[in-house]
C-alpha cells in the first residue's frame, strides 16, 4: 500500500496539528504485545539537544540554527518541489 504520512496536517480542512511528537515510529509489521510492552517501558529515545538553542522561534528558519538564510531557502524549496510534484 503506498499512502501519505501526515504528521502535523491534512489533506483536508482539518486544523494544522500545534505540539510537537516526543517520538514517532514506524514498523513493516505488527508489533506482538511482548514488543509494545518493551517498547513502552525503554521510553523515548533520548536525543542530543541543539548546540546553540535559539532563544526565541525564528520564522523560516528551517534547520534550526537560528538564522534565516539560504540554506533554508533550499530546505523550503526542496518540501515544496517534493510536494507539488506528488500532487
Known sequence: ??????LG????GDPLYCGSFNELRIYDTALTATEVAANYLAGPDVLAEPAVPCA????G???KDCVVD??????TADEWLVQSLAD
Open 1 to 6: 500500500i503506498d499512502n501519505n504520512l501526515w
Open 9 to 12: 496536517r491534512s489533506q483536508w
Open 56 to 59: 526565541i522561534h525564528v520564522v
Open 61 to 63: 528558519d528551517r534547520n
Open 70 to 75: 539560504f540554506v533554508d531557502a533550499a530546505v
